[in-house]
Each structure stands twice: as structure tokens, then as C-alpha cells.
T-cell receptor, first 113, second 114 residues
Framework: NAGVTQTPKFQVLKTGQSMTLQCAQD?????MYWYRQDPGMGLRLIYY???????DKGEVPNGYNVSRLNKREFSLRLESAAPSQTSVYFC????????????FGPGTRLTVL | AQSVTQLGSHVSVSEGALVLLRCNYS??????LFWYVQYPNQGLQLLLK??????LVKGINGFEAEFKKSETSFHLTKPSAHMSDAAEYFC????????????FGIGTKLQVIP
């Protein structure tokens, strides 16, 4: 039981390049989330998927797109990376939303030059 | 609307001393409250949660938190700090019912001095 896995762990991009961050969970959770963590700002929600087949914007969706590929997988795409997207990205999942605990992946550290 | 305020972005305690990390929340409806811990270069993991049952909640690693509605607070405590408690701690708030957004505080870094 691996929990929530993320790939890659580290990535360096040049401005304008694109990439996809992958996330998978093996806990049969319905809800999945993408956050970014920046110093002094806590975690900010980028996008979430309350259930398979649905996605919605969070607080900071600009410059990102997501795909809920199936119940297990939720990917985050940066179409044209900018230095402001340098951050640590976390994927999380929960059985449902609301009062259910979120389980977090180990994170992807992204640097955009 | 809901929000969380964590007082003190950095807290230092001596090994063996009381740990007190402060969290105040704002919510227009009865909240669910969480404390998560993040060790260096790892994701967050749940320490404890309050979901309207007992107001004193016990979590992992000897931590506990008390929900005080009159003070809109959910402070995290541990009687005796260990070196292994050095980490960043996040308070979070949400509501019950269907999908509800979770709002995280900015985090408090705990340093334990030997």
C-alpha cells in the first residue's frame, strides 16, 4: 500500500517549457487535490477533483490545467512555465471532502529558470 | 467564509518543555479542525482532528488539542518536547457536508533546543 505517489521528485524547467506532474493513490479515495507550498504562504489549493470525472478550480488555478484520468490518477500540467511557478507541489487525496483526512504525497520540487 | 490564523511562524522550546502552538479559526458554521505535521522534505501527515465529538482531541506522538468555541481556538499542546518533534505544523479548517474546501494556516516551525 504505497498511499499517494508523485513523480517526478525534482524538476528544473526553463521559462516557457511545459511539463506534467503525475499523482496516483491506491486507497480508493474519491477526492484528489493539487496544492502548492511557498514560504510564508502555507498551502494553496490549485485544483481539486471531488470525484472521478469532475475537476474544479481552487485558489490559484492560473497557468495550470488538470486531468482526472481515472479514480486513481490526477495529473497537473504547466503549459508554459513561469518563474512564479517555482514552488513545491503536493498532491493529496481523501475518501471524500469535508471532514475526511487528506493524505499527502511526498511532493515535487519545481524550479523554473 | 473560513480562515485560520496561526500565531507565531517560528516557535522554539527546550527539550522537555511544554509545546504550545496557537491556532484561531473563523467559520460561519460549525467547523472541522485539523492539525497536520510536515517533517523536512516530506508531505503533510495528520496529527489529529476535531469533528464535533469530544472537545479535547488526542493525536499521535503525544500531541493533543482542545476546541474552544468561545475563543474560536484550537491550540496544539504536548507536555514534553522531544528532538524528533522539530517540524512544521499546520492548522486547517473545513466544514461538514459533501465537498468542502480545506483552508490551511501558514504554518508554525517548531525548533527543539537540546
Amino acid at each position: 500500500n504505497a498511499g499517494v505517489t508523485q513523480t517526478p521528485k525534482f524538476q528544473v524547467l526553463k521559462t516557457g517549457q511545459s511539463m506534467t506532474l503525475q499523482c496516483a493513490q491506491d486507497m480508493n479515495h474519491n477526492s484528489m487535490y493539487w496544492y502548492r507550498q511557498d514560504p510564508g504562504m502555507g498551502l494553496r489549493l490549485i485544483y481539486y477533483s471531488a470525484s472521478e470525472g469532475t475537476t474544479d478550480k481552487g485558489e490559484v488555478p492560473n497557468g495550470y490545467n488538470v486531468s482526472r484520468l481515472n479514480k486513481r490518477e490526477f495529473s497537473l500540467r504547466l503549459e508554459s512555465a513561469a518563474p512564479s511557478q517555482t514552488s513545491v507541489y503536493f498532491c493529496a487525496s481523501s475518501l471524500q471532502g469535508g471532514g475526511h483526512e487528506q493524505f499527502f504525497g511526498p511532493g515535487t520540487r519545481l524550479t523554473v529558470l | 467564509a473560513q480562515s485560520v490564523t496561526q500565531l507565531g511562524s517560528h516557535v522554539s522550546v527546550s527539550e522537555g518543555a511544554l509545546v504550545l502552538l496557537r491556532c484561531n479559526y473563523s467559520s460561519s458554521v460549525p467547523p472541522y479542525l485539523f492539525w497536520y505535521v510536515q517533517y523536512p522534505n516530506q508531505g503533510l501527515q495528520l496529527l489529529l482532528k476535531y469533528t464535533s465529538a469530544a472537545t479535547l482531541v488526542k493525536g499521535i506522538n503525544g500531541f493533543e488539542a482542545e476546541f474552544k468555541k468561545s475563543e474560536t481556538s484550537f491550540h496544539l499542546t504536548k507536555p514534553s518536547a522531544h528532538m524528533s518533534d522539530a517540524a512544521e505544523y499546520f492548522c486547517a479548517v473545513t466544514r461538514s457536508g459533501g465537498y468542502q474546501k480545506v483552508t490551511f494556516g501558514i504554518g508554525t516551525k517548531l525548533q527543539v533546543i537540546p
